[in-house]
């Protein structure tokens, strides 16, 4: 039996859109022995993928933690033994366990990380570049592993409530939270309701609060694995989130996200699988994208790409959460 090792180490998101690609390879080729290596934390995004799917879990920060850790890895995973390998991060980590299996024998093949288009791509040359779930599919054709495009799961319920998640990794990214709290208030007034999703710490002391303030409005933040979160969003009707791991985790779930963009854009290739363009709440400036990852401080100071009226994100959603109901129930 032919051995493929698959290498994702971050992002959350990332790894999330790492799901459904290995799920198609595994049911294309059901010949194929297929691992997966990424951080252990991550290790329900995988579960029950397929029967010839394993995952590897790594402790980065432990462990695993530099070239001694990378090195107690590599006999763990026995990477001698393994015929292919798909690096879909290609990063010092993943690259030096890449050529390690490649001493020994094994056919590599790293993603292309479409650094070029991504550099164009911020300074105005408006370009879509190839969706990163795609990015991926690539790397096993090269390795003569073709697939057919994978696809959000298929929702088997209309599903209760819509889901919020606020947060991101950067201010770029984050819808304000002055804003934000009365998309929430004016969902607990029209008596829908409303799931909070967010990190512990600051995040959750923030939801909590809004949770205290509005009726029928849950805080999740801190209080859920992500096997329960993948859990909890594949029973909502609809999901609220910034260009975040959450739009990535939804569509995974089958669940339908009206996303908020500022700094970043979906031209980057990083909206959600199955997800639609015409959800993608954003602003027409000629400034945006000015990152990839939402990483950049505003040029001008006052992120004007994420001042979108709050009237026109309830529209929509509200609009979209209408029309969940119907699909559905047809």
């Keep these: 039996m032919t051995r493929i090792l698959i290498i994702r180490f971050s992002a959350l998101g990332d790894t999330a859109m790492l799901q459904p690609v290995v799920k198609q390879l595994a049911e294309q080729y059901a010949q194929l022995s297929i691992t997966v290596l990424s951080q252990q934390r991550f290790s329900a995004l995988f579960e029950g993928t397929a029967d010839n799917v394993t995952f590897a879990g790594a402790d980065l920060r432990g462990e695993h933690k530099g070239f001694s850790g990378l090195r107690r890895l590599l006999r763990q995973i026995d990477y001698s033994s393994f015929d292919l390998v798909a690096d879909m991060h290609s990063v010092v980590r993943s690259r030096y366990i890449t050529a390690c299996c490649a001493l020994r024998g094994a056919k590599c093949r790293h993603i292309n990380k479409q650094r070029a288009g991504r550099l164009l791509l911020t300074h105005g040359y408006h370009r879509p570049l190839t969706a990163t779930y795609l990015m991926y599919a690539d790397v096993l054709k090269r390795l003569g592993y073709p697939i057919n495009p994978p696809a959000k799961p298929t929702k088997t319920d209309i599903g209760t409530g819509i889901g919020i998640a606020p947060f991101a990794a950067h201010k770029g990214k984050c819808y304000p939270l002055d804003r934000m709290e009365q998309v929430v208030r004016r969902l607990s007034e029209e008596h829908i309701p409303v799931y909070l999703f967010g990190a512990p710490g600051d995040e959750a002391a923030v939801l909590r609060r809004w949770e205290q303030t509005y009726s029928d409005t849950h805080c999740?933040?801190?209080?859920?694995?992500?096997?329960?979160?993948?859990?909890?969003?594949?029973?909502?009707?609809?999901?609220?989130?910034?260009?975040?791991?959450?739009?990535?985790?939804?569509?995974?779930?089958?669940?339908?996200?009206?996303?908020?963009?500022?700094?970043?854009?979906?031209?980057?290739?990083?909206?959600?699988?199955?997800?639609?363009?015409?959800?993608?709440?954003?602003?027409?400036?000629?400034?945006?994208?000015?990152?990839?990852?939402?990483?950049r401080k505003c040029r001008y100071g006052d992120y004007r790409c994420l001042d979108i009226p709050v009237k026109d994100v309830l529209e929509h959603l509200l609009q979209a959460y209408k029309q969940c109901s119907n699909d559905l129930m047809i």
Excluded at 223 to 236: D, F, H, K, P, V
Excluded at 266 to 271: D, K, S
């Design 220 to 295: 999740l933040a801190g209080n859920s694995s992500l096997a329960e979160q993948l859990r909890l969003m594949a029973g909502l009707r609809l999901m609220l989130s910034m260009d975040s791991a959450n739009m990535h985790l939804a569509s995974l779930a089958g669940t339908r996200v009206v996303s908020i963009w500022g700094a970043t854009h979906p031209m980057a290739g990083f909206l959600g699988i199955g997800q639609q363009e015409s959800d993608c709440l954003q602003l027409p400036l000629s400034c945006r994208p000015c990152s990839i990852y939402g990483k």
